[in-house]
């Protein structure tokens, strides 16, 4: 299990890889947009994401990346596969990885219970099936349709659709060891790759502490570039800025 | 290295997996729009996208994530880090993986050497980087900004930016040996998958051969179900599709 709400060390990097479950995005049928707002959610607090593996809704692929990932990186964070239907073997295939028996949490059992009880529904097997977990998982609230995700070990289980995803890290993030938090700049670049990746690459070597990254832009016809500076100190930061807006003026004179 | 415009088998299974590169993607300052596509084009021809992986401007993480896929699957497509600038390490990343020097391709020089003169553009150092590749590489045409992607044994290595990743693609495809392409049903329904999450389970084990899936949605406060059925014979597929419409009829009565 990993440590929780330990301080934060200056030089530490925690790091974190993301498992997507889902046949429905492997065939292009829906849009991923878990992973997205995972990596700007754990970016802004520091945690540095390495890896994001999609697979389907087959048992054996999520065993061997969510042991893969949980092996490598501090955190992970899965999505969706948890429902009550079928094809979602998430929970199962978890139980599995770690070698734990799976069963219907009493806790989860509860909870559902009461929940349809008040809406007057039918606390049916299907519905039963989202309460199963591996032994000793703790939950992860759901306060949108109640149904909880799960921490076990260091992998946190959640929620496919979007809105309740988002809403179970809401609840993660503050239990989870955050890293150093990098700055970032930003220089737009009316000018495509090819005429600045030398001039860059020299200011990357001056400022070995900045990460220099360039991102092509295609808009009607023209290449423009976003040069984005990320690194510790401000100070630095400042400078290879300074660098980089000097290097774009110089090729605009 | 895989056949190439064989006949289709109808029984014959031909999977992808894919791979997107790129630090931008991992730290949510730039969403990722290739996979999706790729996974749309892929399913329209029969070709099953069984994994994606997502990884940083890594050398080590792109070469252990390309040859775990080139392994397992009939193709793999990346996407990214085939730019000009210092950060772009796709190429040399690939060959490593192959075990291939990577050297600048003659004929991709004098490709791009032709079209900045033809532009009156300098052809410089940065420049000259697109036209490295793994010996032995075919290119992939880039009608777009003409730097071109490669193939090197089952591996289309192609570029980021959209536009240019989807031109690429284009022109792959019409090479790709293609499998049996299932065909598709969708069946919305206004419950919840804990209503029908039963009744859809009886549904598949009375038809195994028909893939059938049940996709979450939540609007307003409310979920609601797309129901999505795929096989091969439209005859199964109706039968399954009539089946499922008379479940959701008989829940709503």
Redesign the interface.
């Known amino acids: 299990m990993p440590e929780k709400n330990s301080d934060p060390t200056e030089s530490e990097v925690v790091t974190a890889g993301a498992l997507v479950i889902g ?10 947009k878990n ?9 802004a607090i520091g945690i540095d ?9 087959d048992e054996a ?1 999520i065993i061997e990346a969510v042991n893969a990932l949980r092996a490598r990186y501090t955190y992970v964070f899965t999505s969706g596969g948890i ?6 073997i998430t929970a199962d295939a978890i139980a599995k990885a770690f070698g734990l028996p799976c069963d219907h949490d009493p806790q989860a059992l509860k909870l559902l219970g009461d929940y ?1 009880a008040d809406r007057g ?1 039918e606390f ?4 039963k ?2 309460a199963r977990m591996p032994e000793g998982a703790a939950h992860i609230d759901n306060p ?2 109640r149904a909880p995700g799960f921490l076990i070990g260091n992998v946190h289980v959640m929620a ?5 995803f988002q809403a179970m890290l809401d609840n993660v993030v503050p239990t989870l060891r955050t890293g150093r938090v990098l700055l970032s700049r930003s220089v737009d670049c009316p000018f ?7 001039p ?2 020299k200011i ?1 070597d001056a400022f070995p502490d900045i ?8 808009d009607a016809g023209r ?1 423009w570039t976003e040069i ?1 500076l ?1 690194g510790a100190e401000e100070r630095r930061l400042g400078e290879a800025e300074a660098a980089v807006a000097a290097m774009v003026s110089s090729l605009a004179a």
């Open positions: 046949d429905e995005i492997l065939s292009g049928r829906i849009r991923e992973a997205g707002h995972l990596a700007a959610v754990l970016t994401l390495r890896e994001v593996r999609i697979v389907g809704d692929a429902g009550p239907t079928h094809d979602d349809y529904l049916t097997e299907a519905r099936r989202m949108i349709s496919g659709v979007p809105a309740v495509g790759e090819g005429v600045i990746g030398e860059l690459a990357q990460a220099i990254g360039s991102y092509p832009k295609y290449f984005v990320r």
